[in-house]
């Protein structure tokens, strides 16, 4: 037999989590899990394997009705399987110890995921400086061909008064 406060240390969860799942599942709990308000839960070798169960499928990210439907098929944790208390008190066991753990390793994916786009930040600076490199050549060019049309026309200007003048004499 084992109290919330029990199963609350050995699956590292909160109390509240344990009622929570105790009231989600009550029809897969003994009764002594779900008992008359007032009264002290306990939860005997069978629900220590299904709060056991639920503990590992959320962990897994699973929804309530995925974990229904494994708790209804059968698959579970056997009590025996689930680390006595003397274990789960141990440092590396600890709740705390566990979830620094997991905040760890999240902290890790997202290290990874900003590294990664950062990179993606920096290609995309240093392509946009060469399109502004192309543009203002580009740009360049375009002046210069405008400035020889001006140039141009103006000797055009020039030339055809002159021309015309030659042509007339007649």
């Known amino acids: 037999m084992a109290s919330t406060v029990d199963l609350e240390k050995r699956l590292g969860v909160t109390r509240q989590t344990i009622s929570n799942w105790t009231n989600k599942f009550a029809d897969l709990l003994s009764p002594g899990s779900t008992p ?10 069978a629900d220590i ?7 590992h499928y959320r962990s897994q990210k699973r929804s309530y009705a995925d974990i229904r439907a494994e708790l209804e098929q059968g698959h579970t944790i056997p009590a025996g399987d689930v ?3 003397d274990i789960i008190e141990r440092p590396e066991f600890a709740p705390v110890t566990f979830f620094e753990n997991i905040l760890s390793e999240m902290q890790g994916l997202y290290n990874a995921q900003i590294e990664h786009l950062q990179g993606d930040v920096e290609s995309e600076r240093a392509a946009r400086l060469e399109a502004e490199k192309r543009a203002a050549i580009a740009e ?13 026309t103006a000797e055009k200007s020039e030339i055809t008064p002159a021309w015309w003048q030659f042509w007339r004499r007649d």
């Open 83 to 85: 680390p006595p208390m």
């Open 140 to 152: 360049t060019k375009a002046d210069m061909l405008s400035n020889q049309v001006d140039q141009l």
């Open 36 to 45: 008359a308000k007032g009264q002290v839960r306990h939860y005997n070798d």
């Open 49 to 55: 394997g299904i709060m056991a169960s639920i503990a």
